[in-house]
């Protein structure tokens, strides 16, 4: 894969990720997909990186997994398109989801199949007026792959989930901030300025206390209530033994602004 086809850089303890074949809507190959997996691991454990902002160029986010020259015949042995599933949209949304850093999803264009649950799969959307989603399975005769029937259901409930799955009609930009898929809508122009002024806000923050809330939030439509409250009261414990937690108490009794180091 050329470098170019994602483009990756460090600025301030923000890493943006940028999927770069605007050609092709960015449908992702293999091999972009297996580098995206590579750079949220990364960023997981780098601690000069405090936030990530994924993003694409040219008139698409992404436009789900790029099918061309993929095998559309002979013979196929049980079990292999499970493989490919479980090897690689499912491990690319694990990838998101498990980062260690807040990871916030500009989407500049069409977010399409894997594309679209790739930007629901990031712990905040930001969308451009002229974003929108689709789930384009349907169109195709195919089941959703990447997460998307477990994604969906628990961010805008399972009614308005099957319609969007069952349609496959493109959600404006507005309709997915309405359902609750996007936190914010901005002007296409302004999209890059917000995405960079958020992440710079995360980068900023106690970075363990924000994985830990992550994690707790993730698993919290899995867990009763019981486990979810032994995680919340570990995930304390944890934390408190963070130099940020201390740094965060402190500033708080002695009435100043906290000055936090992501450690």
């Known amino acids: 894969m050329p470098v170019s086809e994602v483009l990756h850089v460090v600025e301030g303890q923000v890493a943006q990720v940028t999927l770069n074949r605007p050609e092709a809507l960015n449908a992702l190959t293999p091999d972009q997909r297996e580098r995206l997996i590579q750079l949220f691991g990364e960023a ?62 500009a989407v500049n264009g069409t977010a399409a199949g894997l594309g679209a649950h790739l930007a629901f799969a990031c712990d905040l959307v930001l969308a451009a007026e002229s974003a929108r989603f689709i789930e384009v399975f349907v169109r195709r005769g195919l089941v959703p792959d990447g997460g998307g029937a477990y994604l969906l259901p628990r961010l805008v409930g399972p009614r308005r989930a099957k319609e969007l799955m069952f349609f496959g009609d493109a959600l404006p930009a507005a309709d997915a901030e309405r359902l609750g898929l996007v936190n914010r809508v901005v002007p296409d122009g302004e999209l890059d300025k917000t995405a960079r002024e958020w992440a710079a806000r995360l980068a900023t923050g106690p970075t363990r206390a924000l994985a830990l809330t992550k994690q707790l939030v993730n698993a919290s439509l899995d867990n009763d209530r019981a486990t979810a409250f032994a995680a919340e009261a570990a995930a304390q414990e944890i934390n408190m033994t963070t130099a940020d937690a201390r740094e965060g108490v402190a500033s708080f009794v002695e009435r100043r602004t906290p000055q936090y180091r992501g450690r």
Request: charged share 25%; with cysteine; aromatic share 2%.
């Open 44 to 105: 997981s454990g780098d601690p000069g990186v405090r936030a990530v902002v994924l993003t694409g160029t040219g008139r698409g986010f992404c436009a789900g997994a790029d099918l061309r020259g993929g095998a559309t015949a002979g013979e196929r042995v049980a079990g292999d398109v499970a493989r490919v599933i479980r090897e690689g949209a499912q491990r690319l949304i694990a990838a998101v989801l498990d980062c260690e850093k807040p990871v916030i999803a």
